[in-house]
């Protein structure tokens, strides 16, 4: 009888093409992965929208989907930040391995940080996020719109279009890239909720395919995303404020979550919570108050 073969569907961009290779890995030691590259309308407006895709919109992970569901592919790697809180009816997230580093980092020529760069230095990201939080520490710079993958951003950086650059470390670590870089503090810029992470999606009634990448699961990484995703949807609302969000699995059975909301008057509200790694949504559910109400800790980060 001839071996299974599961076709895994992913964006084609290099990272996630790398992101793909490294599950398919895994799974090739007991089954046949072939991997379909399928291009998303977030890869299609990359080269065209100035703010980048909105992360609600599921824009990378919509045609992934439709693909599932057309039963062309059996199994979808995402980025988890990329997916959106609401899953799409018939589908499922079935996996989410083991966490990459979810930090983001400012990239340089030369290694410096943030407070080293110079007044009006030119700052590339797309990230509502990252610009908010960024500029509430460093108002004296320009963060300005960057596109194109990884490898495209950073090019444009050693051109000299920009005096830095800030992205995901995962993703330098799974292209295998070294650069210049300074790990930037979550409690000053708070990750992406699922930075880091990916999800494997499949169909809610496969059960093979489901069985087959349970191994890969690993529930801690598990709770602490669903608590970031989980804070995310409550308050996003529909009106888009930059969030970010970090859990932090406790070797106690806890879980710590750190939270922050940039509002459009600059101000910003950063709040931790410490909860049940078993009741992480509950734990969303406590730090979304926090950072809501009128007492919650606001404050406007200043460099001396």
């Given at each position: 009888m001839a071996a299974?073969?599961?076709?895994?569907?992913?964006r084609p961009s290099p990272l996630a093409r790398a992101q793909a290779e490294q599950v398919a890995a895994l799974l090739r030691e007991r089954v046949e992965v072939e991997i379909v590259p399928i291009a998303t309308s977030g890869d299609h407006s990359q080269g065209k929208n100035?703010?980048?895709?909105?992360?609600?919109?599921?824009?990378?992970?919509?045609?992934?989907?439709?693909?599932?569901?057309?039963?062309e592919v059996d199994l979808a790697v995402h980025s988890l930040k990329d997916v959106p809180p609401l899953i799409?009816?018939?589908l499922v997230l079935a996996a989410i391995p083991v966490r990459g580093d979810?930090?983001?980092?400012?990239?340089?020529?030369?290694?410096?940080?943030?407070?080293a760069l110079a007044a009006g230095a030119r700052v590339g990201t797309s990230s509502a996020r990252r610009s908010a939080f960024l500029r509430a520490a460093r108002p004296d710079v320009h963060f300005v719109p960057?596109?194109?993958?990884v490898e495209t951003r950073l090019r444009k950086l050693a051109d000299g279009d920009y005096d830095a650059i800030v992205l995901a470390q995962a993703g330098l670590q799974r292209l295998d890239l070294e650069v210049a870089c300074v790990e930037l503090d979550p409690e000053l810029l708070p990750p992406a909720p699922g930075q880091g992470a990916l999800t494997l999606?499949?169909?809610?009634?496969?059960?093979d395919t489901i069985a087959l990448v349970e191994p890969l699961h690993d529930?801690?990484?598990?709770?602490?995303?669903?608590?970031?995703?989980?804070?995310?949807?409550?308050?996003?609302?529909?009106?888009?404020?930059?969030?970010g969000a970090l859990g932090r699995p406790r070797a106690d059975g806890g879980l710590h979550l750190l939270g922050g909301l940039a509002r459009d008057d600059g101000t910003l509200s950063v709040a931790d919570a410490l909860g049940?790694?078993?009741?992480?949504?509950?734990?969303?559910?406590?730090?979304?108050?926090?950072?809501?109400?009128?007492?919650?800790?606001?404050?406007?980060?200043?460099?001396?």
């Open positions: 299974r073969v599961i076709r895994m569907g992913t100035e703010t980048g895709p909105d992360w609600g919109a599921g824009v990378f992970v919509k045609e992934l989907e439709a693909a599932l569901l057309r039963e799409t009816p018939g979810p930090a983001d980092v400012l990239v340089t020529s030369d290694g410096r940080g943030l407070e960057i596109r194109g993958n999606e499949c169909r809610a009634g496969d059960r529930p801690a990484t598990a709770a602490a995303v669903r608590a970031e995703r989980h804070l995310m949807a409550n308050l996003d609302g529909g009106c888009r404020l930059p969030v049940r790694l078993d009741a992480p949504e509950a734990l969303a559910d406590q730090l979304t108050e926090r950072l809501r109400m009128p007492g919650a800790p606001q404050r406007r980060v200043m460099y001396a």
